[in-house]
């Protein structure tokens, strides 16, 4: 059974920092791309950083360009999301994904991806 498991989550001040993680069971990591979404309260679930299964195309969303970084330590199974110089406008419950390195492309959709996290919530305040 694949099952991710998100932490990091948590109530920040707008221009602080967080670092969300996400840790894979059921599968090795290091065959499989990752997505980071999320979605805030009234909105569709968006795309916001994403990388290769080896880590070497890493593309994010234009509203967190320069502030957010993704990364990964497959010998921990687990996938990251640095977050920077947070904005209310941040705020959202965010999902980790993964998909199988053969399906992978950068313009994937959130609903092509095979498995995700519970989500968690990050909120930022003005």
């Known amino acids: 059974q694949v099952q991710l498991v998100e932490s990091g989550g948590r109530l920040v001040q707008a221009g602080g920092s967080l670092r969300l993680s996400c840790e894979v069971f059921?599968?090795?990591?290091?065959?499989?791309?990752m997505g980071w979404f999320r979605r805030a309260p009234g909105k569709e679930r968006e795309f916001v950083a994403g990388?290769?299964?080896?880590?070497?195309?890493?593309h994010y969303a234009d509203s967190v360009k320069g502030r957010f970084t993704v990364s990964r330590d497959n010998t921990k199974n687990t996938v990251y999301l640095q977050m920077n110089s947070l904005k209310p406008e941040d705020t959202a419950v965010y999902y980790c994904?993964?998909?199988?390195?053969?399906?992978?492309?950068?313009?994937?959709?959130?609903?092509?991806?095979?498995?995700w996290g519970q989500g968690t919530q990050v909120t930022v305040s003005s």
């Open positions: 994904a993964i998909v199988h390195r053969t399906f992978w492309r950068t313009d994937m959709s959130a609903g092509e991806y095979e498995y």
């Open positions: 059921g599968r090795a990591l290091s065959s499989y791309a």
């Open positions: 990388d290769s299964w080896n880590g070497g195309i890493p």
